[in-house]
């Protein structure tokens, strides 16, 4: 999720590149939505923390209280946003710092629990 269209696009074809099915979202009120719709498990959320309607924290704050939430990825270029979800959440999520490229974004899925 970003309401970056060409920060989106990229990121969708990296993944699609490496094998991983890929829905996109351009603000946090569509992403929770696909969440919500979803018939499949999501197992990956990847989310920008500064988006419109529905930031990036305030979604993650919502997926974190499903019975199985996906692996979080956090990207921000802002440091104080990304300190503040590492102090909330550690461990469930990584940080990822914009900007970043294609090999820090593979390391950040891999890390996740159950990927390769």
Not at 46 to 63: A, F
Not at 64 to 77: C, N
Not at 87 to 102: D, E, N, T
Request: aromatic fraction near 6%; hydrophobic fraction near 35%.
């Amino acid at each position: 999720m970003d309401d970056e269209p060409l920060v989106l696009d990229l990121v969708s074809r990296i993944l699609e590149d490496h094998g991983f099915e890929t829905r996109t979202a351009g603000n946090g009120e569509e992403a929770w939505r696909c969440l919500q719709q979803t018939h499949q498990p999501i197992d990956i959320l990847i989310t920008d923390l500064s988006m419109p309607k529905l930031g990036g924290r305030e979604l993650i704050d919502r997926v974190m209280k499903k019975s199985r939430p996906p692996w979080i990825v956090a990207s921000s270029g802002e440091d104080d946003l990304l300190k503040a979800l590492v102090k909330q959440w550690g461990g469930r999520i990584y940080i990822l710092a914009k900007p970043y490229g294609r090999r820090q974004l593979i390391e950040a899925i891999k890390a996740g629990p159950g990927q390769p």
